[in-house]
């Protein structure tokens, strides 16, 4: 069942996306970049150390390499 009317579970959206790239949010959040993040679909988040970490899930493992390689400074 979905969380919200008209909108996939999370679980569904990263089984259709299976490509993930996982980034610490930083102190000040993603400020400007994260509009550029929006390419790419968000799947779940959590919570570890204190720190957030965001998931986004792609369907192309070229797509999430180049996510990666551009908005993760850990990548």
Known sequence: ???????ASLKLIESKF?????????????????????QAVRGQSRRENGRDIIRWCFADLGMAMLFQK???EDG
Do not use: I, Q, T, W
């Open 1 to 7: 069942m979905s969380r919200y009317k008209g909108r």
């Open 18 to 38: 299976p490509h993930h790239v996982d980034m610490v949010v930083p102190e000040g959040g993603f400020g400007r970049l994260l509009n550029a993040m929006h």
């Open 70 to 72: 551009e908005f993760d």
